[in-house]
């Protein structure tokens, strides 16, 4: 068995409940205490081609992320993520140094609509941009996301073609938390026979059906002969209903394979900042987010629709069109409940 290697997301992906918005003060603080936790990489925010503010985590300048981590701490790696639809341009990202963040994480898409709204392949737009990443000096993390939209062939060739790109690693992502362990850990398999032995294998998942921790400890158990990397955050904050918990699975990996991360300044976090934002924006397992799973819809729906009754939420959501599914809006929300003769008594 490899190394198993724990990233806390907590700013990054915890950015979807608060638009990111953690505090000009709070966001070096919870730096310093996450990086006390002794995790293996630590997450600090979104790369994204949009005006800079101080309290946000989200940056269009790596000098930004820079000046958030004046002195990195042995042993831990620090990443920032970008998404291919909406990537902060290459000529905007400053080559990698030693005091730049070390690794960027690229959420790629399988497919994407065009300005007429047809779908579209977005792999290859995913892979030149991954290219430039790697150009420019970083470790690169592949995020292909929707894992359950690839069938088998299409997966081993997507893993193939951006192992080209000698990546640190490649992910499975169940981004609307929607599969359990056994299609997961198909996945992985899939993916740990077709790509070289030195790219480590990635797990983010999210907890739409309460999953997260058992795939997570399901893949630690099958003992891939490769680094493994394992996404989570304080308390499970992110989007939908939230990501697998940092504090659940560093316990666990303390106790059974003997890390040694520290569990009380994760619980720092959580009571000096996060139980603040859990007030004001809940997130964790529903109903809503249940169902938005079973249908395979984009999360965002279990929001709008939480007001509904369950039959409610059901008929609109199996009658949705694929296309709605996948891409949520205010207005696609409404449309669909005045479709299936519902009221529009939503969020």
């Not at 294998?201 to 002969?225: C, D, K, T």
Request: net charge negative.
């Amino acid at each position: 068995m490899g190394k198993i290697n724990l990233l806390d997301c907590t700013l990054r992906d915890g950015g979807y409940i608060n638009n990111w918005r953690f505090g000009e003060e709070v966001i070096p603080d919870m730096i310093e205490k996450l990086e006390q936790t002794k995790v293996d990489v630590l997450e600090i925010g979104f790369l994204k081609n949009e005006p800079y503010q101080k309290d946000r985590t989200v940056f269009n300048s790596m000098e930004q992320v820079k000046a958030l981590i004046p002195e990195k701490k042995p042993g831990i790696q620090y990443a920032v993520m970008c998404e291919v639809v909406n990537p902060l341009p290459l000529d905007m990202l400053a080559p990698a140094d030693a005091e730049s963040a070390d690794i960027i994480r690229v959420i790629v898409w399988k497919t994407e609509h065009d300005k007429d709204g047809n779908e579209v392949d977005a792999l290859e737009k995913g892979f030149a941009y991954c290219r430039g990443i790697i150009e420019r000096g970083y470790k690169l993390c592949v995020q292909p996301a929707r894992v359950s939209q690839y069938s088998d062939t299409e997966f081993v060739s997507m893993v193939k073609r951006f192992s080209e790109l000698d990546p640190m690693a490649i992910y499975v992502v169940d981004s609307w938390g929607t599969e359990n362990a056994e299609k997961l850990l198909h996945y992985m398999h899939l993916a740990d026979d077709n790509m070289p032995a030195h790219i480590a294998l990635g797990y983010h998942g999210h907890n739409n059906m309460m999953q997260a921790l058992g795939v997570s400890q399901a893949m630690i158990r099958e003992n891939f002969n490769r680094d493994i990397m394992i996404d989570a955050s304080v308390y499970g904050i992110g989007r939908g209903a939230g990501n697998l918990n940092l504090e659940l699975i560093a316990k666990y990996l303390n106790e059974e394979y003997g890390k040694g991360y520290l569990l009380d300044p994760m619980l720092d976090v959580y009571s000096d900042h996060i139980a603040a934002i859990y007030e004001k924006e809940k997130w964790g397992y529903s109903v809503p987010y249940f169902l938005t799973a079973k249908y395979n819809c984009n999360p965002a729906y279990a929001r709008s629709y939480s007001g509904l009754r369950p039959a409610q939420i059901s008929k609109t959501l199996l009658r949705m069109s694929a296309k709605d599914r996948v891409m949520f809006s205010s207005e696609n929300a409404v449309r669909n409940l005045e479709k299936c003769g519902e009221s529009p008594c939503i969020k």
